[in-house]
Nanobody
Framework: QVQLVESGGGLVQAGGSLRLSCAGS????????MGWHRQAPGKQRELVAC???????NYADTVKGRFTISRDSTKNTVYLQMNSLKPEDTAVYSC????????????????WGQGTQVTVSS
């Protein structure tokens, strides 16, 4: 059974940093695309960043230059380093994994974590 477990969320002041982790189990994700999406209250879920099996990345314009996605295939884990956080980054962040990069990009991945809350205070 595939399972994705996020960690690292919390409350931080504007300008601060957080590092999210998403650890997978149940199968190897070495050849899978991985990514992060977020959903704020009253808003639709949106892509934050995603990374291919080969390490190519894609970011939402709103987080470019502030967030960095990375992965450690030996640990079946994807990370999201978030710097210079803003109140508008407040959301539930969920990791997504799929064998097809476009499905992760579009938010239709087969595997999802349960989400971790990130709250940025002003």
């Amino acid at each position: 059974q595939v399972q994705l477990v996020e960690s690292g969320g919390g409350l931080v002041q504007a300008g601060g940093s957080l590092r999210l982790s998403c650890a997978g189990s149940g199968r190897s994700f070495t050849n899978y695309a991985m990514g992060w999406h977020r959903q704020a209250p009253g808003k639709q879920r949106e892509l934050v960043a995603c990374i291919t099996a080969g390490g190519s990345t894609n970011y939402a314009d709103t987080v470019k230059g502030r967030f960095t996605i990375s992965r450690d295939s030996t640990k079946n884990t994807v990370y999201l380093q978030m710097n210079s956080l803003k109140p508008e980054d407040t959301a539930v962040y969920s990791c997504a994994v799929d064998s097809q990069f476009l499905k992760v990009l579009a938010g239709f991945a087969d595997y999802w974590g349960q989400g971790t809350q990130v709250t940025v205070s002003s």
